[in-house]
C-alpha cells in the first residue's frame, strides 16, 4: 500500500459522557485498530482532555477513525466514525470533528501530515 499522509491525533475531549455513572472508557479506533485504550477503554471523565500525541497512522488517501465506549460484560457503544480525508485535512493545522451517537459528546483533534 502507498502511505502518502500520516494521520497524526492531537487529543480527545469529552463534553458528554456515554456511561450515567461515569467516567467513560473509551478507545480511538483506526481503520479497524484500537490504538488508545486497549481491550478495557481508556478512562476519561466528562470535561476531560486525554492527549494523543505519538499515536499515528499511515494512510494511502482516506482513514476511518471511530471512537468506542467499552462497557464490561455488555455491548460496547459504538459512538460515530470519521472518513479522514488526506488531500483534504493535509496541511490544515488541527482539525476537530465531533462524535455523538449514543448521547455520548467527543470532540477529537487531529491532524494530517505528509508522510
Ligand atoms: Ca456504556
Ligand atoms: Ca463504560
Known amino acids: 500500500m ?40 481508556g478512562r476519561i471523565g466528562k470535561g476531560d482532555v486525554v492527549y494523543l500525541t505519538g499515536r499515528t497512522a499511515l494512510f494511502a488517501s482516506t482513514v ?8 464490561a460484560g455488555s455491548n460496547n457503544e459504538d459512538l460515530g466514525s470519521i472518513a479522514v480525508d488526506g488531500p483534504t485535512d493535509l496541511g490544515q493545522g488541527l482539525q476537530h470533528r465531533e462524535f455523538t451517537r449514543n448521547h455520548a459528546g467527543y470532540r477529537l483533534a487531529y491532524e494530517v501530515v505528509a508522510a
Do not use: S, W
Not at 492531537?10 to 467513560?24: A, E, R, S
Open 2 to 41: 502507498t502511505t502518502n499522509y500520516r494521520l497524526e491525533l492531537d487529543h480527545v475531549h469529552c463534553d458528554k459522557l456515554q456511561d450515567t455513572i461515569g467516567p467513560d472508557e473509551l478507545q480511538v479506533i483506526v481503520d479497524g485498530t484500537v490504538i488508545f485504550g486497549g481491550n478495557a477503554g
Open 64 to 71: 476511518q477513525v471511530q471512537l468506542v465506549e467499552v462497557d
